[in-house]
């Protein structure tokens, strides 16, 4: 079966980065593209961009735009996430999706809380 | 940027009901729109994909329907385990979008 396993909580200060990891199994990596999806304590789910695993392509969000980076290892089947600059309302759930139609399959969420 | 409303943003209903929730795009999309389902403190879960077809194991009762700029979700009898908040996303471009939510409870 397709798991997603997403690596553990962090906690960052203002001004650090931050890598979040997507351990992909059960299908063929490099078919599916991986989204990344955030959401702040008590609010909706935000897009953050999109990578091919086939062949790296990206696209952000325009508000994330120069502060975030998706990168995949194809060797490990693994997506990562890495948001700079990091603020206080960057603290939120980070989730990876495969992207089929729709996202059927997620990984469990990684919580990064953005704290001096 | 097409933008994704739903409405409304919260509603309560009886055990049994029928519920629609409602997403309109700024801009035609086709078909290319997705419903999710979070309960509090899960992962979302895909319910609908392509405005109208059921995820496999998602129970019949969900169905989705529209095309271009206006969709609906509808719960044809309301379960107690529908409570949840529930999400439009439109997947017709490179940008992603999904709507504000609509919280559903049991009155």
């Known amino acids: 079966q397709v798991q997603l396993v997403q690596s553990g909580a962090e906690v960052k200060k203002p001004g650090a980065s931050v890598k979040v990891s997507c351990k992909a199994s059960?299908?063929?990596?490099?078919?599916?593209?991986i989204s990344w999806v955030r959401q702040a304590p008590g609010q909706g789910l935000e897009w953050m961009g999109w990578?091919?695993?086939?062949?790296?392509?990206?696209n952000y969000a325009q508000k994330l735009q120069g502060r975030v980076t998706m990168t995949t290892d194809t060797s490990t089947s693994t997506a990562y996430m890495e948001l700079r600059s990091l603020r206080s309302d960057d603290t939120a759930v980070y989730y990876c999706?495969?992207?089929?139609?729709?996202?059927?399959?997620w990984g469990q969420g990684t919580l990064v809380t953005v704290s001096s | 940027d097409i933008q994704m409303t739903q409405s409304p943003s919260s509603l309560s209903a009886s055990v049994g009901d029928r519920v629609t929730i409602t997403c309109r795009a700024s801009?035609?999309?086709?078909?290319?729109l997705a419903w999710y389902q979070q309960k509090p403190g899960k992962v979302p879960k895909l319910l609908i994909y392509?405005?109208?077809t059921l995820q496999s194991g998602v129970p019949s009762r969900f169905s989705g329907s529209g095309s271009g700029t206006d969709f609906t979700l509808t719960i044809s009898s309301l379960q107690p385990e529908d409570v949840a908040t529930y999400y439009c996303?439109?997947?017709?471009?490179?940008?992603?979008?999904f709507g504000q939510g609509t919280r559903l409870e049991i009155k």
């Open positions: 990578i091919s695993a086939y062949n790296g392509n990206t």
């Open positions: 392509a405005a109208s």
């Open positions: 059960g299908y063929t990596f490099t078919s599916y593209g």
């Open positions: 801009q035609g999309i086709s078909n290319y």
């Open positions: 999706a495969r992207d089929s139609s729709g996202y059927s399959d």
């Open positions: 996303q439109k997947y017709n471009s490179a940008l992603i979008t």
